[in-house]
């Protein structure tokens, strides 16, 4: 599978990618889409995604593109031995193993930081390296819980509710991919690499933002408000005669909506009349505005709520998000090609930089399929390849 020449600023910088699950994949990709020189190693054999169905999935082609395939069993000597050759020269190792794993294995941190003292180190765990609960299994969705977001997600009185997506996997990619780079610039002015390390607790906590603030700071415990926003108010999703828009109409907006609905006398109502009154009346506040909003399509309350200089939008399933205007406009759909798929779209980066973009260059690689190659660049023949192929190692 032919590999478009490696662009963009992370170029320079050659990636060993441990990583299995959704977390580190994550933060891997970041890296992968820049540009960088990743090495994906896998088990020989991997149960994770060997077989053609899985590896030509949707989630691994959108996981695991821009990145070459090698696999080297890590539980021999001989693989051990290959690996630290590899590790010689690349820039950044990044695993999501228990934090135990790696240490088994004889190539944690500080041993690898023997072999070559300038190499980035990456982690993610579940709940932390070290601490009390550091070798329990990581899950998604525990952390959801154990972070808090369970409890401030759904409609009051439904009982927790998990986010659609794995938010504590991809916060925490996004989170150690951004250590990563960090650590690779104070590399610059020391010459020494460090380990890096976040966690799924820890990343999910952090992307609470100003609701875990609301607690570290004013010990107030935030509550489940469905789609309404938890402070300011009537920012929420109304029904409309044909679905639910999203409208933001808090503050200084607030008059504005008054008027847009046909109700400007709303404005001064003495229920609603001030800030905290819309707060604490936003279910009596979300009825009366829905009762408007209830008579006309979304996509005229779209319309005159934007025209109006209040923030709305509609509501979509997957398929209208990627035929939406601004969203083509955007590239968020991104074309490769696979040799066994065909031309196919993977999800496009979050970010641009103007003068270098990120590229699709492959399609997520079959396992094993650049072994030979990668191999041959570490300075191993072809006969030594032939005999690590016999022996299992690779």
């Known amino acids: 599978m032919a590999t478009k020449q490696r662009k963009g600023p992370l170029a320079r910088f050659t990636v060993l990618d441990l990583t299995r699950a959704r977390s580190g994949p994550t933060a891997v990709r970041q890296l992968a889409d820049w540009g960088a020189n990743v090495i994906k190693i896998e088990e020989p054999g991997n149960k994770e995604g060997a077989m053609d169905d899985r590896r030509h999935g949707p989630d691994f082609q959108n996981m695991h593109r821009n990145k070459r395939s090698l696999t080297l069993n890590l539980k021999s000597p001989e693989g051990v031995a290959i690996f630290k050759r590899m ?11 228990r934090p135990g794993v790696k240490h088994r294995l004889g190539i944690d941190y500080e041993t690898m930081r023997s072999v070559n003292p300038r190499i980035v180190y990456a982690s993610i765990s579940g709940f932390g390296q070290d601490g009390p609960y550091s070798e329990r299994p990581g899950l998604d969705q525990v952390a959801q819980g154990m972070s808090g977001l369970m409890s401030i997600t759904g409609r009051p009185g439904e009982g927790p509710m998990r986010a659609g997506i794995a938010i504590g ?15 690779l610039l104070e590399r610059e002015e020391t010459g020494e690499g460090q380990w890096v390390s976040t966690s799924l607790l820890q990343a999910l906590i952090a992307m609470l933002d100003f609701q875990a603030a609301r607690w570290v700071v004013a010990h107030d415990v935030p509550q489940q408000v469905g789609n309404d926003h938890p402070l300011y108010m009537p920012t929420s999703a109304f029904r409309t005669a044909d679905g639910h828009i999203n409208i ?11 008027k847009v609905i046909g109700m400007p006398e ?9 800030f905290k009154l819309r707060h604490k009346n936003r279910a009596a506040l979300v009825k009366v505005i829905e009762e408007k909003t209830s008579q006309r399509t979304s996509a005229e309350w779209v319309e005159a709520f934007n025209k109006a200089g209040v923030p709305c939008g509609p509501i979509y399933k997957m398929n209208e998000v990627f035929a939406d205007p601004q969203v083509k406009h955007l590239g968020m759909a991104a074309p490769t090609h696979h040799p066994a798929l065909g031309d196919i779209e993977v999800v496009a980066q979050g970010v641009r930089l103007s003068r270098t973009p990120f590229e699709v260059r492959a399609a997520a690689p079959d396992q ?3 072994t030979d190659e990668v191999l041959g660049e570490y300075r191993y023949s072809a006969a030594e390849i032939a005999d690590f192929r016999k022996r299992g190692i690779v």
Do not use: M, Q
């Open 169 to 183: 996997d991809s916060s925490a990619g996004v989170y150690l991919a951004f250590g990563i780079v960090t650590a």
């Open 87 to 97: 590790a010689e020269t690349a820039d950044v190792i990044v695993e999501n193993y």
């Open 266 to 274: 709303l404005e001064k109502h003495p229920d609603y009349s001030d």
């Open 368 to 370: 094993g399929v650049h």
């Open 248 to 258: 933001a109409g808090s503050g200084n907006l607030y008059p504005r909506l008054c």
